[in-house]
């Protein structure tokens, strides 16, 4: 099952860049996916360095394990099968008193996308599930799809897909389940498609992809669950611990970008101080003003890492 856990990381080098990983720190890994990322940067950790691995999907943390297992064999690892929305009680459970390194490459990895049961994908036939944890979720896209009303379906799509054809998408998925319900990808991929004007459908990729990713935001949470997490991992960061995030939509580049500007605002003085004490100073600096993008090299190797952007940030030293 796990052998054949694909997916290209995204941005490696300067992911490595600004991680700046040393021997002996911890390095938090919140979306180990297969391993990509972490069995590249592990190799910056000696005998007194910790990897820590977290993943939603427990496929996911199976195969990040196999690979850490056969490509770094000494290295000291934990792999927790969690939600970086939980980040705080699963690094309680741990007993670490911070952490130097945090990585977020967020979203879907190749192999879920690949993988044709899990549902992901508009381009393959599959019943409608989406779930990163079909284990510990019970909401499926099949169930959104079927059960809710038009215009919260119309919000959804609206909210979490950017979607300009929310109102008609989700018209045509009521009129077309009152006669018989959605079980499959390609079905609601169709009713997707029709439901866009021809002249809309010509351009912008498949009419069925921003809908497909608005389920899926919604299905599993994922826009509170990273607002949680970057909350608890500026906090868990150690003094100099890095901050990296990947974020590939607009979504979650929005919550990022602001969670790093409420960091480093200015003067933290509490506000009962009459005179400034902290020589306005913010706990955190921002190490790239404007997010970087993959290189014209890697798109052409890896064509998934075109929405990528790359965001991090420090904590300053004491
Ligand atoms: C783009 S992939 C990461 C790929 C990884 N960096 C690699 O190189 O193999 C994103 C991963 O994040 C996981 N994920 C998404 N949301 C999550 C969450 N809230 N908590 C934990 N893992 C999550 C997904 O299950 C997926 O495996």
Redesign the pocket.
Known sequence: MTAE?R????M?AEVEAYLAIQASETFL????????????LGRHLGRDGLLIG????P??IQ??GDRLDKELPGLSTRLIN?????LDELLLDLALPGVDAI??????????LDTQERGFSYAKQAPLDMR??PGTQTLTAQEVINTLNESDLTRILHEYGEERFAARIAKAIVARRSYQPFLDTLDLADTIRSAIPAAARRKGGNPAKRSFQALRIFV???LD??EN?MEAALRWLNPNGRLVV?S?HSLEDRIVKQAFASATVGCTCPPEAVVCVCDNQSVFELLNRRPVAPSPEELIDNPRSASAKLRAIRRRSL
């Open positions: 856990y997916h290209l990381p995204v490696l890994d919140c979306t180990i996916g297969g391993g990509g990322h972490s069995s590249y977290m993943d939603r999907d496929v996911a195969a990040a969690g939600n970086f929305a939980d990585l977020f490459d967020l979203g879907t990895s190749s192999y879920q990163m944890n599993n949470g994922e669950a990273l997490g990947l590939y």
